[in-house]
């Protein structure tokens, strides 16, 4: 059953800036810990960031300073804006709990390209 659907994703230049939106259910939105993941071609998936039930959020490195994870209650939307994008941040983005279910959304592509 899948509870997330990723949107937002596209095709960028360096430099550029997006929003990802993850819709969910209003019950996951509230009463978990969520996170961004991302999974480049032929690497594994990673956490990219994260935002706890009480709103603290955490970062991986590589992106810290440039992405903000934020949550819209009103519309049940998990939110990732990034800025700032290098080749590096191309990958499949998805959102998820924290620690991740087995049911992932489709996710969304970004790419990141001159």
């Known amino acids: 059953q899948v509870q997330f659907v990723e949107s937002g994703g596209e095709s960028v230049q360096p430099g550029g800036s997006l929003k990802l939106s993850c819709s969910t259910s209003?019950?996951?939105?509230?009463?978990?810990?969520l996170a961004w993941y991302r999974q480049a071609p032929g690497k594994q998936r990673d956490m990219v960031a994260a935002?706890?039930?009480?709103?603290?959020?955490n970062y991986r490195d590589s992106v810290k300073g440039r992405f903000t994870i934020s949550r819209d209650d009103a519309k049940n939307t998990l939110l990732l804006q990034m800025n700032s994008l290098t080749p590096e941040d191309t990958a499949v983005y998805y959102c998820?709990?924290?620690?991740?279910?087995?049911?992932w959304g489709q996710g969304t592509l970004v790419t990141v390209s001159s």
């Open positions: 998820n709990r924290l620690p991740a279910m087995d049911s």
């Open positions: 935002i706890s039930r009480g709103g603290s959020t």
């Open positions: 209003r019950t996951m939105l509230l009463l978990n810990n």
